[in-house]
């Protein structure tokens, strides 16, 4: 096994800033965990109408104490960074408390938390408050009915009031995720990077990829990056951008006298595999070294009855296993049954 530590039976004692490479040179300091697959939203490319029939009852789900020790364990071999994401963060039980375990993990610098925004406003105080830094809102349209076609159920209003509520709180930067769709939302291009021009957000266009159930996916849907930005740019006067907190995969132009910036990931037409700094977790505690890749590793056992050492070992073998990138162009594949809302985006 290549990588660090990983033919050797030492591990740094806890708070000390390691770093760790995969076997391609990247260093991996982003840990992204789905807390729940469950959701309130019904968004047409991620989950079915009905929801999801989850198998994960209460015992399929980790505790949040679980998760916390996998923090722990991940900010030894170089995790600095953890984001929560689902299905929707925000409906997991007491998501404050699980917030607070890892703030109190001294390698970690930054806890972000990607949410659809509807139940934000009224628990962001609270999450703050328990060591929350930063949100990332999606948003794929400014329409209402729109809104409630895309999500099925949701309440534009709501998600608006999570945006404005999270300026209003400083938890800068304040991020909007925009899948463009054509056909659905293209013609709402530039409004969103209006938003960015008036109000101090960094909006981000995403290419819609082809993952889960491909519940919405068409190729003619897809709209690249290089379309968006020939579009925005006959508006804005762009200039590149790279002052941003984040380490995403989002490269960033910012308006000449905007206040915000804008954003683009393009994993379909310049995939930023090569720069990929992260991992992921699941709700039921597998760990997976790629968002396309099916390959993962069950943490459950060791959690239930190993040792801190068998833990760390997977996570390294995790780190190890990362591919080179994604295949996207060659189909999600039968046995990829993973879907969005479980790997968390
Ligand atoms: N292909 C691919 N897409 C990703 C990856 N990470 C995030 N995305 C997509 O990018 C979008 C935004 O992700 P976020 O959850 O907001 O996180 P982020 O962009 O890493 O966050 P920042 O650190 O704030 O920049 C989501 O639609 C994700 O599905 C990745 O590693 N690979
Ligand atoms: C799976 S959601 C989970 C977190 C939260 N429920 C939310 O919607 O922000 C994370 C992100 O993945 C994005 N996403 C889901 N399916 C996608 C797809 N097929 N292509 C691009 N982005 C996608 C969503 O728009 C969202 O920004
Ligand atoms: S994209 Fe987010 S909000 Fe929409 S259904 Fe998926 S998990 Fe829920
Ligand atoms: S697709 Fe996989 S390798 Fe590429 S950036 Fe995303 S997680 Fe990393």
Redesign the pocket.
Known sequence: MKGLYAESHFFPISGQRITMKDSFGRQIN?L?ISVTDRCNLRCRYCMPEEGIESKLGHEGVLSLEAFARVVRLAAQVGIR?V?L?GGEPLVRRNIPQLIRYIADVPQIDDI?L?TNGILFAPMAEELKAAGLN?V?ISLDSFKEDRFRFITRVGNLDQAKKAIFKALELKMNPV?I?T?VIRGFNDDEILDFARLAYDYPLHV?F?EF?PVGDLLYWKKDRLMKTDEILEMVKKQFLLTRFKDIR?????RYYKAEGGKGSIGF?S?MSN??CAQ?N?IRMTADGMIRG???DKREVNLRPSLENGSDEEILNLLIETITQKPAR?MMDSGWGAKNERK?FQIG?
């Open positions: 982003y992204r960074k984001r994401t972000a990607t930063r990332n991020k995720n899948v981000r995403i990829m984040g380490s995403g995969p989002a990931i994993p995939h930023f990929c992260r790629c968002l396309y994604h969005m985006g």
